[in-house]
């Protein structure tokens, strides 16, 4: 079966500290890939999503993550992080062989505690 | 521009019982999916609603059904509730059923079986 692994449970950082968040998924085929985040109380929001074509995806506030078909990876990174972060990312797949995007298939989840 | 709104927030049943859910889905959406968040886990696919029919379904048993309604609302109906049924069901809207179509998520709604 398909799978999402995040490799950190929980994060800690302080404010302007570089960050990435694992993730890598079991499925060989043609994925689309997503980073989805979830602020404290708020629900889950699209942080962003890579289809096709340029393997370095940008998202919002300042997120991006990289495509690596060959690690099967989808890491998402921020330069410098900033307490407004906060929050638990979740990392997401699906592909064209199991239908509409509606079937999602999400990792557990990384917490992400950023220090003032 | 009203977001997916789901209800009840919070729900506590008992064991053996039964239990209806409702989603409203964004302003122009019309594709309802269902999620099953267990504590400490990323959210996990029930079933999606489209033209008021199932069109794919997750590893659940039958216990859990659904409908979709003429104005694409939803419900999630869960039969002879069991412990491990306790969770944050998450109800996220789409346009079209299509692959590349964003997912809104709604705050979900609590339940909690006793």
């Known amino acids: 079966a398909q799978s999402v692994s995040q490799h950190n449970h929980h994060v800690i950082l302080s404010e302007a500290a570089s960050l990435e968040l694992g993730c890598n998924y079991s499925?060989?085929?043609?994925?689309?890939l997503f980073w989805y985040v979830q602020y404290p109380g708020q629900h889950l929001q699209l942080l962003l999503k890579?289809?096709?074509?340029?393997?370095l995806v940008k998202g919002i506030k300042g997120f991006e993550a990289e495509f690596i078909k060959s690690k099967f990876s989808f890491n998402l990174r921020k330069p410098s992080v900033q307490w407004s972060d906060t929050a638990e990312y979740f990392c997401?797949?699906?592909?064209?062989?199991?239908?509409?995007?509606?079937?999602?298939?999400f990792g557990k989840g990384t917490k992400l505690s950023v220090k003032p | 521009d009203a977001g997916v709104t789901q209800s009840p927030t919070h729900l506590i049943k008992t064991r053996g019982q039964q239990v209806t859910l409702r989603c409203s889905p964004k302003?122009?959406?019309?594709?309802v999916s269902w999620y099953q968040q267990a504590l400490g886990q990323g959210p996990q696919f029930i079933f999606q609603?489209?033209?008021?029919?199932?069109?794919q379904r997750g590893n659940f048993p039958d216990r859990f059904s659904g409908h979709q309604f003429p104005n694409y609302s939803s419900e999630l109906n869960v039969n002879a509730l069991l412990l491990g049924d306790s969770a944050l069901y998450l109800c996220?809207?789409?346009?079209?059923?299509?692959?590349?179509?964003?997912?809104?998520f709604g705050n979900g709604t609590r339940l909690t079986v006793t």
């Open positions: 609603y489209y033209e008021e029919e199932e069109r």
């Open positions: 890579y289809f096709s074509g340029d393997p």
């Open positions: 996220a809207s789409s346009l079209d059923r299509g692959a590349h179509s964003p997912l809104h």
């Open positions: 499925y060989g085929g043609t994925v689309n």
């Open positions: 302003s122009g959406h019309d594709t």
């Open positions: 997401a797949v699906n592909s064209l062989s199991w239908g509409s995007q509606g079937n999602l298939i």
